[in-house]
């Protein structure tokens, strides 16, 4: 064990935040810490993305780039599998208060330090639930990993709730963007949304082979949901490019998808470029 974190600490970016981290979380003084983002703070509560936030406060810059980008003042945002509320609070500030943000978690006490971000900025324009999304009613299995931001539907023993995302959602009017990360349960996510899906004019969720397989079906099928509801699909990888997705395109671990209905909308807002895919990120 001893010889396991050394070797951690030799790579590690920032060794000494890293130990003074873990020390933190193993007192519980981490709760009396919080950790400024762009607008807004977060709890440094005993989690695996505000560990990883309190050590690099800059860690999320990137997967957080395309919200910061795309959303705009007045914009409405439905975020599925919010955790922490990183997503939901960078969607709040950018959308403001003619705007609104629904953030949706399953996990229950990734629910409540989310619940708590939410106060501790003082978000008025968002709503939060607390069930997971499928594509039925009922309750489903949910484990309770300590590494939080994979926690995932029909594992574990814990049980919480399951309602399609259409019976969540009340009608709203247009959807600016819907954000959807449940660790390879985004096809179901998609079949108990099918009027949310109409009304989204954006969606942006994971597509990975090994979580999609995890649940009996394959990255095409997700992909092919997507364009179904009329989604035209690029990748997000770094920085301000997408790239358009190609045939026999590896999907390990798992890419970012931006999927719109208008690409002139897309690029007009982002004021980012489109690309070919990179052949390092093609299968040979």
Not at 4 to 24: D, G, N
Not at 86 to 109: K, M, N
Not at 111 to 130: D, G, P, Q, Y
Request: charged share 20%.
């Amino acid at each position: 064990m001893i010889n396991r974190y050394i070797s951690i600490l030799k790579k590690h970016e920032h060794p000494v935040r890293f130990v003074l981290a873990r020390l933190l979380v193993l007192s519980g003084l981490c709760r009396f810490f919080t950790i400024p983002q762009n607008g807004y703070r977060i709890r440094f509560h005993p989690a695996n993305l505000p560990t990883n936030l309190w050590i690099n406060p800059c860690n999320r810059e990137d997967a957080l780039s395309f919200f910061n980008a795309y959303l705009k003042s007045g914009d409405r945002v439905i975020d599925v599998g919010a955790n922490i509320g990183d997503t939901v609070l960078t969607s709040s500030v950018r959308v403001g208060p003619t705007g609104h943000v629904t953030g949706i978690e399953a996990h229950p006490r990734t629910f409540s330090f989310l619940a708590e971000n939410i106060a501790l900025n003082e978000a008025t324009n968002v709503t939060l639930i607390h069930s997971a999304a499928g594509d039925q009613k009922g309750t489903v299995n949910f484990s309770d990993s300590r590494y939080d931001d994979m926690n995932q539907v029909n594992h574990g023993d814990l049980e919480v709730p399951v309602r399609p995302l259409d019976d969540l959602i009340e009608s709203p009017d247009s959807i600016a963007l819907l954000k959807i990360d449940v660790e390879g349960y985004e096809l179901p996510v998609f079949r108990g949304a099918r009027r949310i899906l109409s009304q989204a004019e954006c969606i942006y969720f994971e597509a990975g082979e090994t979580m999609c397989r995890d649940f009996g079906y394959e990255v095409d099928d997700l992909l092919q949901a997507a364009t179904d509801n009329g989604f035209e699909l690029y990748v997000h990888e770094l920085g301000t490019v997408l790239t358009t997705i190609k045939s026999g395109q590896s999907f390990i671990p798992y890419r970012n998808i931006v999927g719109c209905r208008d690409s002139r909308v897309l690029f007009q807002r982002t004021g980012w470029s489109l690309t070919d895919l990179p052949k390092s990120l093609n299968k040979f």
